[in-house]
């Protein structure tokens, strides 16, 4: 059993940055593709970055966010720049296992979730 705790969202004026941190139970962290996801009001939830094997990005936060871990201190992190209003949502993390580069997209293939923590970019 893996147990996500976010933290770091707030309101910030579009083109500021928030750093987003995820904090998981467990000694196996090291083992977990950890991803992030979104969901806007009245919006489906998306993928937004994951970190595993590689690092992979949504088209829509490419070269604005970093996805990055610390396995020693079972924590990923979201690095987020040049915000943008579109950007507002409730982001989440989540953990899965055994993800691909074909999968890691794909919120049903990962087993645990956090609560979200909200992004509000005012414009």
């Known amino acids: 059993q893996v147990q996500l705790v976010e933290s770091g969202g707030g309101l910030v004026q579009a083109g500021g940055s928030l750093r987003l941190s995820c904090a998981a139970s467990g000694r196996t962290f090291s083992t977990y593709t950890m991803g992030w996801f979104r969901q806007a009001p009245g919006k489906e939830r998306e993928f937004v970055a994951a970190?595993?094997?590689?690092?992979w990005y949504a088209d829509s936060v490419k070269g604005r966010f970093t996805i990055s871990r610390d396995n020693a201190k079972n924590t990923v992190y979201l690095q987020m720049n040049s915000l943008k209003p579109e950007d507002t949502a409730v982001y989440r993390c989540a953990a899965g296992r055994a993800l691909t580069t074909l999968t890691m997209k794909s919120l049903e293939r990962y087993d645990y979730w956090g609560q979200g923590t909200q992004v509000t970019v005012s414009s």
């Open positions: 970190s595993g094997s590689s690092t």
